[in-house]
């Protein structure tokens, strides 16, 4: 059998790269941000996570909120954001060497703009459980992520981070199920999370349609602050 000819690599040297594994909590699912990745022969019309190269004049951070703006179509200020991990397989991009540095983030569902929940051409939201094959080492990063998100929610306020303004026990209750992927028992977790002082009740209510109103509470600060929430 002739021998196949091994590709000569696009880039010479090891680059730097930045990808953004984005989160938000919307219709009692955990969703992620994902873009189309078109790089023939390598990759066609497959799905990854934003991000690309970090230009020599900018920061790591810079370049991540630039590459989730330019390609995921999200606003810098929206976001929470922090260092996941550096990716330095040899062979995580069949370009040549690049090492990406991953970050999570974090986003509430009702600060986004109707373009930014939309679907488009180059960017959707899909479920974190379905995301299948992703381009590159992205299902990689995307356990990581899930590990880091799982690990900060048990440890800190980071869920702020993604719920809306207001919301019922019961929410905060099934959002932190779902990051943490446990069922809890609800009269501890309330008394637990009550107890804490991180939420701030508010004057109102929000009718059910075959309950009795529930209380209404938002975080107390916006800062993510360490506690022991489970």
Request: glycine letters at 2%; zero cysteines.
């Amino acid at each position: 059998m002739p021998k196949t000819r091994k590709q000569k690599p696009l880039l010479r040297f090891a680059v730097l790269a930045v990808d953004a594994a984005l989160f938000t909590l919307h219709d009692k699912q955990l969703w992620v941000r994902l873009i189309r990745v078109h790089r023939p022969p390598y990759f066609r019309n497959a799905w990854g996570f934003p991000g690309g190269l970090i230009h020599p004049d900018e920061t790591a951070e810079d370049a991540v909120h630039r590459h989730l703006n330019a390609k995921a179509h999200i606003a810098e200020s929206k976001l929470y954001m922090e260092q996941l991990h550096a990716f330095s397989a040899v062979d995580r991009d069949p370009r040549g060497r690049v090492v990406s540095v991953a970050y999570l983030a974090l986003t509430p569902w009702d600060a986004l703009s109707r373009r930014e929940k939309n679907d488009a051409p180059d960017a959707r939201w899909v479920p974190a459980d379905d995301t299948q094959t992703l381009a590159y080492d992205h299902n990689e990063i995307l356990t990581a992520a899930l590990t880091r998100l799982s690990s900060r929610a048990a440890s800190t306020t980071i869920l702020s981070a993604m719920m809306p303004d207001e919301f019922t026990l019961t929410e905060i209750e099934h959002a932190y199920e779902l990051v943490v992927k446990k069922d809890l028992d609800k009269r501890n977790f309330r008394k637990k999370i009550l107890k804490l002082k991180i939420l701030a009740p508010l004057s109102k209510k929000r009718a059910g349609e075959r309950a009795r109103p529930a209380a209404l509470y938002r975080f107390a600060s916006p800062r993510v602050v360490e506690i022991n929430a489970l």
